[in-house]
């Protein structure tokens, strides 16, 4: 079956100095030639040419064009890319004048990047980290983003799953050799060895404190305490703007308001929870659980506490929030109304903060960005992404375990165990079985990509 050729705008929409416009499959080159005739091209070469609607003279821009030949390019098929001034009326002519021409038709969002996984230039690992270099908004994220579409992750699950596979032939072999003690022995012997530094290995790379996952969906903090402690100033003085209400009244902040900074090159979401106290209304109530639940599931618990009225602060947050994976941070507000130096000296080992003159502001984006970069390795880099590939990783780790526990006069089930480790490798990188997560994944992609 011939695929369509496609085309979309690939630069962002909108009035700009230049715009690219993709095309990819059989008819591509064709099209460029029919947008500019007597066009003659060599093979990755940038060359300028005038477009004009096709079987007409009206001059559609004065433009550049290059023209990558199948199997070298990104998609695997014959690509050609416009490069035309960024007017809203020269892209829309030109995408107009390549949905006139038969058998060409617009791209669907990931449809150039489907193209190119179908062909084998980009494994699902790969797929994932263009799309997540697409979306990156901090340092972090982009050098992680980068490692990942250079095939980091793939090459490694590859290279498991090869060793799987010498542990399977090695199970196999015994089975077929079994009327020969010594070298069936032997064999199985030796898959169960090697089976114990894959084991090792997988379990190094599950042991990451999911550094990786917090890189790139973010270091969540919970900005926690008690109602009046200053919770959304500080939120507004972190995010430089007034990016929620404050009121002296009690009780106003109802509902989790979540935002995003970048500290350190690092992704922060720093969400202002409403003020935990007893009593209140039902939406209060509602509110307060809410915000425990956010803050429960955070990195970071930033418990602030009103220190203007320099009465005892307990400096613990409820015991919903002690005991679990998060870290505390007790936090002192309205430093600028503690007039006293007993105030301050029970306060002594806690971050004073006003939002107000910015004492201390400083001290506690440190202590955050600190905290931040212990949680990722302080910037090591990180296999594991998503929780796609740690489930996978966990199969592969569970199969292998039992296999290495597993009577040894039981080779089939030992060979079925490491077939499911391998399947499992093997769906990471999408070489088999991922329809279902196929549509998802490119689903996240703009049309032009």
């Not at 596979?165 to 009327?179: K, N, R």
Request: charged share 25%; aromatic share 4%.
């Amino acid at each position: 079956m011939v695929a369509d050729t496609i085309f979309a705008l690939s630069t962002a929409p909108g009035r700009a100095g230049i715009a690219v416009v993709r095309v990819s499959g059989p008819k591509a080159l064709e099209a460029l030639k029919t947008l500019s005739p007597g066009l003659v091209l060599e093979p990755r070469q940038i060359k300028r040419a005038r477009f004009y609607q096709p079987g007409g003279r009206e001059e559609l821009d004065d433009g550049m064009t290059v023209w990558f030949p199948r199997p070298h390019s990104f998609t695997g098929e014959d690509v050609t890319e416009l490069f035309l001034h960024g007017g809203l009326a020269v892209v829309g002519g030109v995408l107009s004048a390549l949905g006139g021409l038969k058998g060409l038709r617009p791209a669907e969002p990931g449809e150039f990047t489907r193209r190119a996984f179908d062909n084998g230039k980009l494994d699902l690992t790969e797929v994932e980290g263009l799309a997540d270099l697409i979306d990156a908004e901090t340092e972090a994220q982009r050098v992680q983003a980068l490692g990942q579409m250079g095939g980091h992750l793939g090459r490694t699950a590859e290279r498991l799953r090869s060793q799987v596979l010498t542990c399977q032939a090695l199970v196999e072999a015994a089975i077929d050799f079994s009327d020969e003690g010594d070298v069936a022995a032997s064999a199985f012997m030796e898959a169960r060895a090697r089976a114990r530094t894959l084991l090792g290995e997988l379990d190094g790379i599950l042991a990451d404190g999911r550094r990786g996952e917090i890189e790139r969906d973010g270091f969540r903090v919970a900005i926690a305490g008690p109602p009046n402690a200053g919770k959304s100033s500080l939120i507004n003085r972190l995010a430089g703007r007034d990016a929620v209400i404050v009121s002296a009244e009690a009780g106003t902040t109802r509902d989790v308001v979540e935002l995003h900074l970048n500290l350190g090159g690092l992704r922060v979401a720093v969400a202002d929870t409403a003020g935990v106290r007893e009593g209140g209304g039902e939406i209060e109530k509602e509110g307060i659980k809410r915000g425990l639940a956010w803050a429960r599931a955070a990195h970071l618990v930033v418990w602030l506490e009103d220190g203007g009225e320099e009465k005892e602060a307990r400096g613990l947050p409820p015991e919903e929030l002690q005991g679990g994976d998060c870290e505390i941070l007790n936090v002192i507000s309205k430093a600028d109304l503690i007039g006293s130096e007993q105030a301050l000296r029970q306060y002594e080992g806690r971050i004073l903060v006003s939002s107000r003159s910015g004492e201390g502001i400083d001290r506690l984006v440190g202590a955050i960005t600190a905290a931040a970069l212990r949680r990722t390795g302080n910037g090591a880099s990180a296999l594991i992404t998503r929780p796609r590939h740690r489930l996978a990783f966990e199969i592969a780790r569970a199969e292998v375990s039992s296999f290495l526990e597993d009577p040894p006069e039981m080779e089939e089930l030992a060979a079925e165990r490491l077939r499911r480790a391998g399947h499992a490798l093997a769906r990471l990188a999408g070489r088999i079985d991922v329809e279902d997560v196929l549509g998802e994944i490119f689903a996240q992609f703009c049309i032009g990509k």
